[in-house]
């Protein structure tokens, strides 16, 4: 199993074309230089009090009250997406009703050993 990336700074950017997008970064000071020389405007960044996956991070930006206007909006929808990311592994299966079911009885498999 893969372990997710960690980040230590985290936070909202509006991108020259308007759209507001969550970042994450482990440098503060170089991700505010790319970004600006992005055209990035109202680049909001904080320093994580530790290192932190991206559903974590932005959980906390939750609790700095970074909760309105676009900026909000987005770490809003970014914790959903995250939510059902982690859920992924879960698997539902559903059987329709009046479709038949295959039976596997009587086949055979090459034994790999």
Known sequence: MA????????????NPDGTVKAR???????????LNKAGCANVNLVELPRPMTKLEALQHLQTLGITEGDAGYVVANKIAEKSRDSRKSEVSVTLKTGSKAKSTAGVKTKDMA
């Open 24 to 34: 994450f970064a482990n440098d503060l000071v170089a991700r505010i230089k790319i």
């Open 3 to 14: 372990t997710e990336k960690l980040f230590t700074v985290a936070g909202t950017a509006t």
